[in-house]
């Protein structure tokens, strides 16, 4: 409720005709034009790309959270579909082109210093082709163990690799 109070105050006056907003309401409301200011969730598209007992993940290379893990992955555009989404940031990040194979989950977060909801959406996938480079906010690329997962950047992080665990253990049961 305080990220909400929060994002609420930083709206006072209408974007549109500048005229004081009504705070009384769920959501910032303009009495004189009739805009209602919504205040979402932002959408983020991640992916895990597995190789053997492996995942590429990424150091952050801007804060918040400089130099701690991160998945590959980051905001979508405006309209934007998330799987278009996730390939292109992939691309950006990476060099690399991916093929997704698996939704992992959604989940919930917060960004940055004024707490920015953020819907999470993680995909599961697999290199296709490209060389291998970080880039745009990822300073570095690492394969890590699957079991031997890192301590994230963001806490929505711990529950993802916790799926994630769970999705590589009942594939490898699958197998056996």
Excluded at 9 to 35: G, R
Excluded at 50 to 58: A, C, E, P
Excluded at 143 to 168: C, G, H, M, N, R
């Amino acid at each position: 409720m305080l990220i909400y109070i929060r994002m609420k105050n930083i709206y006072k006056f209408c974007p549109q005709c500048k005229t004081k907003l009504d705070l009384t309401e769920e959501y910032p409301y303009c009495p004189n034009c009739n805009l209602t200011i919504y205040l979402d969730s932002k959408p983020t598209a991640s992916i895990l790309l597995i190789d053997g007992n492996k995942v590429l993940l990424g150091k952050r290379a801007t804060e918040p959270f400089k130099g701690k893990y991160d998945v590959i992955g980051g905001f979508l555009k405006y309209g934007e579909d998330p799987i278009a989404g996730v390939l292109r940031e992939v691309k950006e990040e990476t060099g690399l082109k991916v093929k997704i194979t698996d939704l992992l989950g959604i989940y919930m977060d917060t960004y940055g210093k004024g707490g920015e909801s953020t819907l999470n959406i993680n995909y599961i996938g697999k290199i296709v082709s490209g060389k291998m480079k970080a880039s745009d906010d990822v300073a570095e690329l690492e394969w890590v163990p699957i079991d031997k997962l890192p301590e994230p950047a963001f806490k929505s992080q711990i529950k993802t690799f916790k799926d994630l665990q769970k999705w590589y253990s009942s594939r490898n049961l699958r197998k056996s």
